[in-house]
């Protein structure tokens, strides 16, 4: 007979890192595979709570983990994505999917010598899922089939560990030192308190649940003792949305706050509602000895009947949530402008990218902000709008050392093809948007030295400037709007005004040179007005690279032998360079 030694303990370490690992694997690989989907169903979040419900089961099943729902609720609210009310009946369904995994895990205790009964045990088709996900890695060239693959494999490592776990602690069955510990858990508080202690320490409620299913493998747990550490595994699960919300604005920290209150109250409710039965109707059935199918049904009933109690009083708990995040010392003023970026987003790198997209967006629609400013001022001189101009260009360098620091780290980590190409195309785009706001600068000095000493353009060389500005302003709107709505069309609308600018700025160079030679302008107002042509060339070159850079990574071609090619061989490429450059030249006085 088996007896439960040091090498037990061993094995049943070795199972648990195995299953911890095997959760990883398969969590990363379903995050991947859903792409920034989970992100975008959450922006469409409706203020229906049973949708809203829904949408919190159908990400925690698609990515495997409650916590992580929760820590990227906390970062969205952080980010402002998201309202603090929009997130509790996510709560609810987060917890709800996350019995899914305690469901697949009780297959391990299926018993029978019918084929199709082995067939579902973990140990029988483990190994084929696990042949089948290392073929798909090795053999498959597509990103997703590759993800596909990884999930697989992930799996069958958690059920190896489960089985592991399992067979480390079936000699228990015949320990009496086993079941006199097994007797201290009939006090339910002391159940409640171990469940939760070990749940926060190792931040897996999936693993607790494994754990405990594999020790009801046994057949010495019975229900009474099992319920209060469900219950308390339940409430260890909340330390991780605890701790992502260290340092992050009070909103965030209320998003923790619920999703605590939300298993705090369930467990005082139903802790003694299960007492009162097992003290008058059902001491029986709280005697008998419980299995892992049946450690997975308590799992459930616990959240399908908390959400049942507390989802119709979602807002008595953000009033609650409220009142234990107090306002006092003032709450944050959300500042609209800064980029909504939160750290933990990492959590689900998907959603970090798209968080990123949006905040690239607004720098976007920034620098357009700041450049046309620009060249209103350069055309009439105005202070106040000078120095929004300065602003802008300082908050658009703090969206690029913000967002490109962020971009740099989710690189960095496990990301589908999908989203490694929009982390490339943001890294292009913003640094071209930072260097068309610094531009808009020069533009600022050289009106300011103009107004400053007293210079003006002639007649003609000031409608000059309205045209070249006209030109620069079209160009930086196509360019920001085929960013903005991912629109390569608009982006194909960018190079043949390019070259337009292009054109235009040396036919004003020349006619520059003739008006020094007549004597109409100096020397000093020619410096600057070269300058001025120079800043707007490099803003259009600037504009090119945003466009070429969503034509360069969307179409999958080298953007500069592309333009070489369409300039000399492509008709609709040069009816739009004819049709920008009659419509710029003819404004020429």
């Known amino acids: 007979m088996e007896t439960f030694d040091v090498f037990s303990v061993f094995t049943m370490l070795g199972g648990l890192a195995f299953f911890l690992y095997g959760m990883n694997v398969m969590s990363q690989s379903l995050e991947k595979l859903t792409g920034g989907k989970l992100e975008t169903a959450l922006r469409k979040m409706t203020s229906s709570k049973i949708k809203s419900l829904l949408l919190g089961m159908g990400i925690t ?39 899914l995994t305690a469901w697949i895990l009780s297959l391990s205790g299926i018993k029978g010598d019918n084929f199709f009964l082995k067939l579902l045990k973990p140990s029988s088709f483990s190994p084929l899922v696990a042949l089948a996900g290392v073929m798909l890695i090795m053999l498959s060239k597509k990103s997703k089939k590759k993800d596909i693959g990884s999930i697989m494999l992930g799996f069958s490592i958690l059920m190896t560990g489960m089985t592991l776990m399992s067979g480390a602690v079936s000699p228990l069955a015949e320990s009496e030192g086993f079941k006199s510990m ?64 260290i340092g992050v604005k009070k909103n965030a920290k209320r998003v923790a706050a619920i999703h605590i209150l939300i298993k705090i109250i369930g467990v005082l409710i139903l802790l003694p509602v299960t ?13 008998d000895t419980i299995s892992p199918i049946g450690i997975a049904i308590g799992h459930s009933i616990f959240n399908v009947a908390i959400t049942l109690l507390l989802l119709p009083f979602s807002n008595q708990l953000v009033k609650l949530s409220r009142k234990i995040v107090s306002d006092k010392g003032g709450e944050e003023a959300p500042d609209e402008d800064e980029p909504k970026l939160d750290m933990n987003l990492f959590k689900i790198p998907s959603v970090a990218v798209e968080a990123c997209r949006g905040a690239a967006v607004q720098m976007a629609r920034h620098t357009e902000t700041t450049i046309v400013d620009a060249l209103y001022v350069l055309q009439k001189y105005d202070e106040k709008l000078s120095e929004k101009v300065i602003e802008g260009e300082q908050l658009i360098d703090r969206y690029e050392d913000r967002l490109g620091g962020y971009l740099v780290k989710i690189s960095k ?35 300011k030295e103009l107004h400053e000493k007293g210079y003006q353009f ?11 500005c006209a030109a620069i302003d079209e160009n930086i709107h196509t360019a920001i709007r085929a960013y903005i709505k991912n629109d390569l069309a608009l982006a194909h609308r960018v190079e043949p005004l390019e070259e337009v600018v292009d054109n235009l700025i040396i036919e004003l160079k020349n ?15 020619g410096y600057i007005f070269q300058d001025i042509l120079i800043n707007l060339e490099r803003i ?16 999958k071609t080298e953007i500069h032998e ?3 090619d369409v300039k000399q061989n492509d008709e609709h490429f040069r009816s739009l360079y004819k049709e920008f450059s009659k419509e710029y030249f003819a404004m020429l006085p």
């Open 540 to 555: 259009s070159d600037h504009c090119s690279n945003i466009a070429g850079s969503l034509i360069e990574i969307d179409e």
């Open 61 to 99: 099943i698609a990515i495997q983990s409650s916590s992580a729902v929760t820590v990227m609720l906390v970062g969205l609210v952080n980010s402002g994505i998201m309202m603090l009310e929009q997130t509790v009946a996510v709560c609810f369904g987060a917890d709800i999917g996350t019995t």
């Open 511 to 525: 006619r520059h040179i003739n008006r020094l030679q007549e004597g109409s302008c100096t020397v000093e107002l």
């Open 562 to 564: 592309y333009w070489s």
């Open 458 to 468: 002639s007649e003609d060389g000031s409608k000059e400037m309205n045209v070249i």
């Open 182 to 245: 097994l007797v201290a858990f009939k006090n339910p508080l002391l159940g409640v308190l171990v469940g939760a202690a070990f749940t926060g320490i190792i931040q897996s409620s999936a693993a607790s649940i494994g754990i405990l299913q594999a020790f009801s493998s046994t057949g010495s747990m019975t229900v009474s003792m099992a319920a209060p550490l469900i219950m308390g595994l339940n409430i260890g699960t909340c330390v991780t949305a605890l701790l992502s919300s």
């Open 275 to 287: 007492l009162l039965l097992e003290a008058t109707v059902a001491k029986d059935f709280f005697d």
């Open 413 to 447: 980590s496990s990301v589908s093809s999908e989203d490694n190409r929009k982390v490339s195309k943001m890294m292009h785009i913003i640094g071209n948007l930072e260097r068309i706001s610094d531009h808009a600068v020069n533009l600022i000095e050289s009106a």
